[in-house]
T-cell receptor, first 111, second 109 residues
Framework: DVKVTQSSRYLVKRTGEKVFLECVQD?????MFWYRQDPGLGLRLIYF???????EKGDIPEGYSVSREKKERFSLILESASTNQTSMYLC??????????FGSGTRLTVV | KNEVEQSPQNLTAQEGEFITINCSYS?????LHWLQQHPGGGIVSLFM???GKKKHGRLIATINIQEKHSSLHITASHPRDSAVYIC???????????FGKGTKLSVKP
């Protein structure tokens, strides 16, 4: 069964901490995406990557960075976590415009 | 104005009812997805459409490219259909999705 796996379902971090959210896919997909989902705002794109070591900013990249050193892994980094980054984070992958598969999400709370 | 608009935002139905969720978009697209999100967060792709109609079990999705409109229908609804249904359109050749804000469906027994 094809999968996108996010390393944590729930995470609690302190303000100012550096936070890593990991996402791994086993489908050899070129594209990988990080979204955050907030009530009333829906899903918003933070960053995406269409190839190893390539990254593009999405709609809300401020306060985040990403890393894609291997095709299967796409990491989202919160350099200095803040309370307004408390959210649900969803990773997805696709083969170009097909085969979208989402992870189960990581609910991050910054205290 | 959002590029993808869904209606209604919330929908409560009795088991067995026929349900329709609508999606309108204002941008040029290559395809449209209907997604399902259950409590707990995980999202599943139900359909990807670029024209016409698709059916899977009790779910039917249609799209009218000229009118920039899509509908998701659920026949003989069941409490296990309770979820958030999200319309998303594919923008650009690299496949970025633009999402609607979702329709929260609750089916009562």
């Amino acid at each position: 069964d094809v999968k996108v796996t996010q390393s944590s379902r729930y995470l609690v971090k302190r303000t100012g901490e550096k936070v890593f959210l990991e996402c791994v896919q086993d489908m050899d997909h070129e594209n990988m995406f990080w979204y955050r989902q907030d009530p009333g705002l829906g899903l918003r794109l933070i960053y995406f990557s269409y190839d190893v070591k390539m990254k593009e900013k999405g709609d809300i990249p401020e306060g985040y960075s990403v890393s894609r050193e291997k095709k299967e892994r796409f990491s989202l980094i919160l350099e200095s976590a803040s309370t307004n980054q408390t959210s649900m984070y969803l990773c997805a992958s696709s083969r170009l415009t097909y085969g979208y598969t989402f992870g189960s999400g990581t609910r991050l709370t910054v205290v | 104005k959002n590029e993808v608009e869904q209606s209604p935002q919330n929908l409560t139905a009795q088991e067995g009812e026929f349900i329709t969720i609508n999606c309108s978009y204002s941008v040029g697209i290559s395809a449209l997805h209907w997604l399902q999100q259950h409590p707990g967060g995980g999202i599943v792709s139900l359909f990807m459409l670029s024209s016409g109609k698709k059916k899977h079990g009790r779910l039917i999705a249609t799209i009218n490219i000229q009118e920039k409109h899509s509908s998701l229908h659920i026949t003989a609804s069941h409490p296990r259909d309770s979820a958030v249904y999200i319309c998303a359109v594919i923008r650009g050749s690299q496949g970025n999705l633009i999402f609607g804000k979702g329709t929260k469906l609750s089916v009562k027994p």
